[in-house]
């Protein structure tokens, strides 16, 4: 998965309804760029170097899998979308919607169309006053002095009062944190761990990943099934109770909620598709009495992929062991998480078909698929 780069944007507007053009404006940025993580309070500023309406200035803190070009390009079109016209002089102007990248991670960069830092923003108060309120210590990575510092140190005497109204975040439209545990279930391949990182990363979620790249057994049992079947779903057994009761009662007092890519469940999934029947009743014997006990998902998210889609993922992640799956061990796979779902009329379980998307490269699938989460 692609990591993520923090960003800082600056926003301005003196026209109209202001508050709806910064509003409108977070929202298109979460929706085409990135989560937004933090947002500053509202400033109202007078116009500078021409007469005209004072402006409302906001800055917010991104995290976007953009490139920086990607970014400006994006937010050009959000101005255009919201109203805004070419300039028609070299001055300041009046505008619906003014949106500049401060900084994007520690780069610098100086082209003709894109200079990162934002090459004016220590001069100016109605920058560095909102920027401070979410950013006071991220060093300027040329001026190697904080945000913080940078304002203390401004000439501007303009005068900068915050106003009693906050812009709102778009990621608090989903209600992830009405679940204390979710659980992301989906065949091999189907993109179980990329949900969960997007998501813990995105709604500060503590995140449970499955070990299962450490099992010295998986390999083998790849190349000869039947004598490792056992063998394997006893070693998954054991470590994944010793991974989610460890888990799960360590509380992170700075998440919110806990996410994980997979539920104990699949043990005996899995171990249904792959072991002999008295081989599994006595498993499914060994299964129940060591779960018991063991907290359930408030949510569990099924993520369906169709087996061609599966296969093509198999072969993108590349791992050497996986790279012979038939596709009738998926669509056993498949049958047994829905016929196991089927059986469970008590769990809060979401079953959503991916196979369309691609919600690791296409942020507009990864919204999709938050608002069928939470629909």
């Known amino acids: 998965m692609t990591p993520t780069k923090t960003i800082y944007i600056a ?7 202001k508050l709806q053009y910064l509003q409108s404006a977070v929202d298109a940025i979460f929706v085409k760029i990135g989560a ?27 995290e976007t899998d953009l490139k920086p070009k990607k970014v400006l390009k ?5 101005e255009f979308k919201l109203g805004r016209t070419t300039k028609t002089s070299n001055g300041y102007e009046a ?10 991670e520690a780069a610098i960069i100086e082209e003709k169309h894109l200079v990162i830092p934002h090459p004016e923003m220590q001069k100016r108060k109605f920058v560095l006053q909102p920027l401070k309120d979410i950013a006071k210590d991220v060093e300027h990575p040329v001026l190697k002095k904080s945000i913080d510092d940078l304002l203390v140190e401004c000439k501007d005497e303009s005068v900068i009062e915050p106003i009693k109204i906050w812009l709102k975040n778009p990621n608090k439209s989903y209600a992830f944190g009405n679940y204390n545990y979710i659980a992301i279930e989906g065949n091999i391949g189907a993109g179980k761990t990329s949900l969960a990182n997007k998501i813990a990363q995105d709604f500060n979620a503590k995140l449970i990943l499955e070990r299962f790249a450490d099992n010295p057994f998986l390999p083998k049992f790849y190349k000869e099934p039947e004598r490792y079947a056992f063998t394997l779903e006893m070693s998954f057994l054991a470590d994944r109770y010793q991974q989610i009761s460890d888990d ?56 369906y992929q ?18 012979d799956i038939k596709d009738e061990y998926l669509e056993k796979i498949n049958t047994g998480y829905l016929e196991f779902l089927k059986s469970q009329p008590e769990m809060n379980v979401k079953i959503i078909d ?22």
């Open 11 to 17: 926003l301005g507007t003196n026209k109209g309804n």
């Open 36 to 62: 937004v993580k933090k947002i500053s309070k509202v400033y109202v500023t007078p116009a500078l170097g021409f007469k005209g309406d004072d402006f409302y200035n906001a800055c917010i803190k991104v």
């Open 74 to 78: 994006e937010l050009q079109a959000i």
């Open 95 to 104: 505008r619906e919607i003014d949106l500049d990248i401060l900084f994007y």
């Open 248 to 303: 799960l009662s360590q509380l992170d007092l700075f998440k919110d909620f806990m996410i994980s890519d997979y539920d104990v469940n699949k043990s005996l999934i899995f171990s249904k598709v792959t072991l002999p029947e008295d081989e599994f009743r006595l498993y499914r014997k060994l299964f129940n009495q060591v779960y018991k006990d063991i907290a359930k998902p408030d949510l569990y998210i099924y993520l």
């Open 306 to 323: 169709n087996t061609e889609r599966l296969q093509a993922n198999i072969k993108k992640r590349g791992r050497n062991y996986e790279k």
């Open 354 to 375: 991916i196979s369309e998307r691609d919600f690791v490269k296409s942020r507009a699938d990864y919204l999709w698929l938050l608002g069928e989460v939470n629909s």
